[in-house]
T-cell receptor, first 115, second 116 residues
Framework: QQQVKQSPQSLIVQKGGIPIINCAYE??????FPWYQQFPGKGPALLIAIRPDVSEKKEGRFTISFNKSAKQFSLHIMDSQPGDSATYFCAAYVLWGGSQGNLIFGKGTKLSVKP | NAGVTQTPKFRVLKTGQSMTLLCAQDMNHEYMYWYRQDPGMGLRLIHY???????AKGEVPDGYNVSRLKKQNFLLGLESAAPSQTSVYFC???????????????FGEGSRLTVL
């Protein structure tokens, strides 16, 4: 119940394409869903995050879509660029609930954007 | 600000040797974490700390020990290294005080450990 399942494991798109990465969770107590971006040789860094009271959040070319009833959320990258090539991790938290937990990460998606 | 700093960045050990990874953060964060990252396995939590003097086990704690004697430092120790502990280790920290609770983890750049 604590797992966050992420797919696909890897993704190759052409420049300008719209890669979509999907995540699913079971624990309905999760109240915070961040995405982290990791470049080779670096630590992950927060990209964008959403709370379950909204269905979509956009920041620049990055959008999270959230489906509370299906317990799924996804990351869309509009007009993808070679510089977006990185590994992306979805995650989930009980952050504001009465019994806080630790961040649970998906296994990651390696995205490659071809020029 | 340096953020989260890990030392050393690279280390090669022989089976049975011991070592300590140091994590230092200058953001006055309460929470600190140690993760390991292995191909296809994502980030797995080893140990964490919610404040100075406190530590707790994460998902994969066996073979590791930690200490948080000062708020800004979180040490990860391997008493008797095994080849299965070959990995990239990441330290992270976050704030949790009053209304400052964004949930954002700040990561170091990682420490690559190879156990022969």
């Amino acid at each position: 119940q604590q797992q966050v399942k992420q797919s696909p494991q890897s993704l190759i798109v052409q420049k300008g394409g719209i890669p979509i990465i999907n995540c699913a969770y079971e624990n309905t107590a999760f109240d915070y869903f961040p995405w982290y971006q990791q470049f080779p040789g670096k630590g992950p860094a927060l990209l964008i995050a959403i709370r379950p009271d909204v269905s979509e959040k956009k920041e620049g070319r990055f959008t999270i879509s959230f489906n509370k009833s299906a317990k799924q959320f996804s990351l869309h990258i509009m007009d993808s660029q070679p510089g977006d090539s990185a590994t992306y991790f979805c995650a989930a938290y009980v952050l504001w609930g009465g019994s806080q937990g630790n961040l649970i990460f998906g296994k990651g998606t390696k995205l490659s954007v071809k020029p | 600000n340096a953020g989260v700093t890990q030392t050393p960045k690279f280390r090669v050990l022989k089976t049975g040797q011991s070592m300590t990874l140091l994590c230092a953060q200058d953001m006055n964060h309460e929470y600190m974490y140690w993760y390991r990252q292995d191909p296809g396995m994502g980030l797995r939590l080893i140990h964490y700390s919610v404040g100075e003097g406190t530590t707790a086990k994460g998902e994969v704690p066996d073979g590791y020990n930690v200490s948080r004697l000062k708020k800004q430092n979180f040490l990860l120790g391997l008493e008797s290294a095994a080849p299965s502990q070959t990995s990239v280790y990441f330290c992270a920290s976050r704030s949790h005080s009053g209304t400052v609770n964004t949930g954002e983890l700040f990561f170091g750049e990682g420490s690559r450990l190879t156990v022969l």
